[in-house]
């Protein structure tokens, strides 16, 4: 399994940015996926997650009512549209699959496959 992460850059502060989560293999849409992010000098923290049909979704509180995670089991790809971005969202964001089947967990450890990262910067 491969995941490749795209579309961060630098934006201003409250604009918007949509990250891509593209993922090799055919068993895409039987597993959760999830965003997390790792800001310079911190662990690497949960963002959101989606259940494999998509009815299934968790957030952390810092992206509640601003980001949305979405997936499109046919393009196997996994989804997240961050709206009001804030400059403490500068980071840099991973997408990962579930370790196996289950619902969305806010646990690194329960992610086995993870993409390169994709690099966010908002500016104040």
């Known amino acids: 399994v491969q995941l490749q992460a795209s579309g961060g850059g630098l934006v201003q502060a409250g604009g918007s940015l949509r990250l891509s989560c593209a993922a090799s293999?055919?068993?895409?849409?039987?597993?959760?996926m999830g965003w997390f992010r790792q800001a310079p000098g911190k662990e690497r923290e949960f963002v959101a997650a989606?259940?494999?049909?998509?009815?299934?979704?968790d957030y952390a509180d810092p992206g509640k009512g601003r980001f949305t995670i979405s997936r499109d089991n046919a393009k196997n790809t996994v989804y997240l549209q961050m709206n009001s971005l804030k400059p403490e969202d500068t980071a840099v964001y991973y997408c990962?699959?579930?370790?196996?089947?289950?619902?969305?967990?806010?646990?690194?450890?329960?992610?086995?496959?993870w993409g390169q990262g994709t690099q966010v910067t908002v500016s104040s």
């Open positions: 990962a699959r579930r370790r196996v089947m289950g619902r969305p967990s806010r646990s690194p450890t329960m992610y086995d496959y």
């Open positions: 293999g055919r068993t895409f849409s039987s597993y959760t």
């Open positions: 989606i259940g494999w049909s998509g009815d299934s979704t």
